[in-house]
Every structure is written in C-alpha cells, then in structure tokens.
C-alpha cells in the first residue's frame, strides 16, 4: 500500500523567499501522488499530480514538484512566496481502483510579510 | 461553471440531535464523496459513490451515520444521533467517471462546520 509522510507540520517563510514543502513516499511501485491545498474556510484544490509522466510537475500558482525515485520525494517547491500562499498543503498518494485519496496530517504554511 | 455546492456553511447543535448536511456536485459528475476532516487533521473518506450506488462505504459509522444519493445527482448526509466526537468539517467532493485505473480530479467544496455542544 502507498503512504506519504510530510516531514514539517509547520513551515514558516518570509514574503519573496523560496518555499520548500517536503512529502516522502512508501510504496514498492511508481505511485500516483497530488498535492493539495487548503486555504482557511475554503475547499481543497489541487495545485499539481504526478501520475508517471514527466517526473517534473507544474502546477498552479507557480509551484512545482518533482518526482525522484532514487529519494522517493515529491517535494513542493515555490521559488517566491506570497502573502497568498499561506494555507494547509496535503501530499496525497491515489490508491487504484477507484481513485481513492489518502489524506495525512499536511503542512501549514505562514508567510510572513 | 458552479462549484460543488454544500450547505448549511456552519451548524450548531446539542448531542444527540439529528443534522443532515447536503451537496449538489459539479454538473455532469457521476463520483460523489463525502470526507470528514476533525481538527489539524487531513480528510478522511466517509463514502463514495458511483450514481445511485455507494461503492465505498467502509469507512462509515453506520450505526449514526448514512447517506443517500437518489437520483445520482445531489446528496445528503445524515448523522442520527450527534455525539461530541462528530464536530468536524464535512467535506463533498466530485469527480467526472471515466474509467476506474485513471485519475480523475476531485473537486471539493467548501465544506460544512459542524459544532456539537
């Protein structure tokens, strides 16, 4: 079965900074892994998904995530954060069949001005 | 295009009260989930569904909880009677049905904030 564990709870940087989200996955096969984001009071959205295409994934907002089976990583990067960055970050692993997600604990970010 | 649509937004009730949560998916979604996600923690599946049928129900409390999706469009989650352990977000999502072994994006809605005093 595919796990992830997100190394921070907490990840706090300064306005304008790079962002580092980091997600290690457990599985014996090249996963289907997502991340997710969750801004205060609103729905989670999808910001990007590797699904064993290109190992390199842009998403939304400028982040990004790549896949490295040597590491087993799928670390969420940002080269500049913004104040509207901050909010809970989910790495999500897709369990087939049937497209179920498996949701850990996140990570929250804060971006400080 | 409209989101997923749930409500009430928030509701507040005594234990051992009824309260029924309701969402209408994506126009054209056939996969209809209800997560519940407690306090500093991720979502966690409560049931999916394919249409009318519940395919994925494992992982609800079928003793206080159902659920029902008539018609395979809007649904409605019910929990009879509330504990103070039930006070969580209830998330709905949905997502388009192609085939079973491929990804198919999940839309969420916002949720409803359920307080059980």
């Known amino acids: 079965a595919q796990s992830v564990t997100q190394l921070d709870s907490h990840v706090s940087v300064s306005e304008g900074t790079p962002v580092l989200l980091r997600c290690n996955y457990s599985?014996?096969?090249?996963?289907?892994l997502f991340w997710y984001v969750q801004h205060p009071n609103k729905g989670l959205q999808l910001l990007l998904k590797?699904?064993?295409?290109?190992?390199l994934v842009k998403g939304i907002n400028g982040f990004e995530a790549e896949f490295k089976k040597s590491e087993t990583s799928f670390h969420l990067t940002k080269p500049s954060a913004h104040m509207s960055d901050a909010a809970e970050y989910f790495c999500?692993?897709?369990?087939?069949?049937?497209?179920?997600?498996?949701f850990g604990q996140g990570t929250i970010l804060t971006v400080h001005p | 295009e409209a989101g997923v649509v749930q409500s009430p937004r928030y509701k507040i009730i005594e234990k051992k009260q009824p309260v029924a949560f309701w969402c209408n998916p994506i126009?054209?979604?056939?996969?209809l989930y209800w997560y519940r996600q407690n306090l500093g923690q991720g979502p966690e599946l409560l049931i999916r569904?394919?249409?009318?049928?519940?395919?994925?129900d494992s992982q609800l409390p079928k003793d206080r909880f159902s659920a029902e999706r008539l018609k395979g469009v809007d649904s409605t989650l019910k929990i009879q009677p509330a504990e103070l352990g039930d006070s969580a977000v209830y998330l709905c999502?949905?997502?388009?049905?192609?085939?079973?072994?491929?990804?198919?994006?999940?839309?969420f809605g916002p949720g409803t904030r359920l307080t059980v005093l």
């Open positions: 126009s054209g979604h056939n996969t």
């Open positions: 569904y394919e249409n009318e049928e519940a395919v994925d």
């Open positions: 999500v692993p897709l369990t087939h069949p049937g497209g179920k997600l498996t």
């Open positions: 999502a949905s997502s388009p049905l192609r085939d079973k072994y491929s990804y198919n994006e999940q839309f």
């Open positions: 590797y699904t064993s295409a290109a190992t």
């Open positions: 599985s014996s096969y090249s996963p289907s």
